[in-house]
């Protein structure tokens, strides 16, 4: 079985992160890959509505974790002191995956590509004086005179999706 790569895509507040995350999970399905998916969230999940199975379960119950299994879907709520980098996620969880998107996860030492939106706001993330800056694979930007040190894409250039995809799945951190 191949190695499981993983990748962040990161930005600002409604840079347009998922979006672009469900683009290139789109792209590398296309292309036949198993993509799986995280999320790092600012605020805690909504654990269902009160009074529900299983908001019962999480909260009256205490329980460490809970799996939530429906046709079509299965949901893992899991009761952490600490959070979790994405790495160690992607190995606990994701068994078998080609490729990880991990999204958000800013300050995680694995490569990422970067939203700017000039739309959302007025700077990216990259800074070329970070020491993290090689982390950077590519910035996909609305701006037409943003330059960087990395790989820049713009939205309007032709094809941008199949390079990025590409570029990814080279850049992408392979996990031991």
Known sequence: MAATRIISIIGRKNAGKTTLAVALADEFARKGRRVMMMKHAANPVDVDRSGTDSYRHMHEGKAERVLVESPGLRSIIERRAEQ????????????????????????????????????????????????????????VTDDDRFEADCTVLRFRDTMWMQLLASMAWERAKVLE
């Open 84 to 139: 979790s980098g994405p790495e160690e996620l992607a190995r606990r969880y994701f068994d078998g995956a080609d490729i990880v998107l991990a999204e958000g996860f800013s300050s995680a030492p694995i490569p990422k590509i970067e939203v700017f939106r000039r739309a959302a706001n007025d700077t990216p993330l990259y800074q070329a004086s970070l020491p993290t800056a090689a982390l950077w694979c590519a910035i």
